[in-house]
């Protein structure tokens, strides 16, 4: 990604050690952007509609999310759908990283408006090793822009 584009990513994962795994390689890929970290599928819907906690915050345009399935509160399917059904977030890109590898779950995803679906490794060092990748992988992806506070 580049500077002149400033995408945000918010990363929904619920496991401390998955999130700071993901942005320690994010980092190693040379990936400088802002990342938000929320634990439960609630708190992204209050992040991306800025209400809750959010309530009167902006965020930046444009966004990633890079999100889990496995959530409290909300999981990541619900998330989904709700981003999908809104004008203000349909067009936001959204990258599942889950460990769900199931085919039907992979298909329900792109059913529901995933862009992109990784499955992490269990092992560590292929777990590091494919976040590097999607490190390398959002490098050069573009995303849609919207207008600045439009959420």
């Known amino acids: 990604m580049t500077n002149k584009q400033e995408v945000t990513i918010l990363l929904v994962e619920d496991d401390l050690g998955h999130a700071r795994l993901i942005e320690k390689n994010l980092r190693r890929s040379n990936i400088t952007n802002e990342i938000v970290t929320v634990s439960d599928g609630q ?3 209050d992040y ?5 906690t959010y309530v009167g915050a902006e965020h930046p345009s444009p966004m990633l999310v890079l999100l889990d399935l496995n959530l ?8 989904l759908r709700r981003m999908r059904a809104d004008g203000r977030t349909k067009h936001i890109p959204v990258v599942i990283l889950t460990t769900t590898d199931d085919t039907r779950e992979v298909a329900h995803c792109y059913e529901l ?6 499955t992490k490794p269990v092992d560590y060092e292929q777990f590091s090793e494919a976040i590097s990748k999607l490190g390398l992988f959002l490098a050069v ?3 849609p822009t919207g207008e600045k506070g439009s959420l």
Do not use: H, K
């Open 113 to 118: 408006g995933c862009n992109v679906y990784v």
């Open 141 to 143: 992806v573009t995303v």
């Open 43 to 45: 708190q992204a819907i």
């Open 72 to 79: 409290p509160v909300l999981d990541g399917y619900q998330v």
């Open 48 to 52: 991306l509609f800025c209400v809750g």
